[in-house]
């Protein structure tokens, strides 16, 4: 049976590793933190145009050929799974490549109120005080206010995401596409991790949401981050204490376009 591939996108801070941390309790699946292809596949696309003065000698059929290769060759013989969840932030960007690519599949985009991923951002940096961090390139200075606006610009680790989510719900390749809401995941995981079944037309698989576990420590340490990529070990909803000034958390407490069910234009499933 041919490899199937999907994809997990959206928000930072949004349950994305979480959702591939109970994806991979089933043998048939491969799920995993952010990897390399999302950035080798922009990169051959840029290459295969015009920029390359050999581009002329290239056709649209060999660039899909080239472009679906990345994934075979990179989900080689060294994963066994039958169906492969690649994960990264430009996918909601890439919807209409990744349709002639994979008509079949599933683009699944975590998402969260973004004032809670600013917020989730912020704990990280303030808990490794001692250690610079690579989403602001390792550089040690700043304030809250001005870490906000960097990561929450249109080139930024939340700005650019949340712009591509947009890009993908509002647009005319999103009948492959799902929203999975952090709360949702977290606050009742048993539904959330049917509707991805559901989504995906896969056999359901007793997931233990008891114990959960994923390990990205040494790539975590490495970004001068760690924790970033910590899962606990059972799913529940936790509640705290946003840690960000008032203006700065009134500032994105409306940005959530996707909880009103009028902007739905397309019909996007919402979990």
């Not at 949004?14 to 933190?33: E, K």
């Not at 950035?39 to 679906?68: A, H, W």
């Not at 492959?176 to 952090?182: D, E, R, S």
């Amino acid at each position: 049976m041919e490899r199937r591939f999907h994809f997990i996108s959206g928000l930072p801070r949004s349950g994305s590793t979480l959702l591939s941390a109970i994806l991979r309790q089933n043998p048939r699946f491969y799920a995993g933190m952010s990897g390399p292809i999302g950035g080798v596949f922009n990169t051959l696309l840029g290459e295969l145009g015009g920029r390359n003065e050999y581009s002329v000698f290239i056709n649209d059929e060999q660039r899909r050929r080239m472009l679906k290769g990345l994934f075979d060759q990179y989900y080689g013989p060294e994963f066994s799974a039958d169906v492969v969840f690649d994960t990264n932030r430009i996918w909601c960007s890439k919807l209409g490549q990744l349709k002639p690519l994979f008509p079949h599949g599933k683009v699944i985009a975590c998402v969260r109120h973004v004032s809670w991923v600013i917020d989730s951002i912020e704990q990280l940096i303030r808990k490794n005080a001692f250690q610079p961090s690579s989403i602001f390139n390792y550089q040690p200075g700043g304030t809250v206010y001005s870490r906000s606006e960097g990561v929450a610009n249109g080139d930024g680790m939340v700005g650019f995401a949340y712009n591509a989510l947009k890009e993908a719900y509002y647009g005319e390749d999103s009948e492959n596409l799902m929203f999975l809401q952090y709360e949702t995941l977290v606050g009742d995981p048993a539904r959330a991790i049917q509707a991805v079944y559901d989504f995906i037309d896969e056999p359901t698989f007793a997931h233990d949401f008891e114990h959960v576990s994923y390990d990205a420590n040494e790539f975590d340490l490495r970004a001068g981050t760690p924790g970033l990529h910590t899962v606990r070990e059972k799913v529940a909803l936790r509640e705290r204490t946003s840690i960000l000034p008032p203006d700065v958390f009134r500032r994105f407490e409306n940005d959530a376009f996707w909880r009103d069910s009028q902007l739905n234009l397309r019909g996007v499933r919402v979990i």
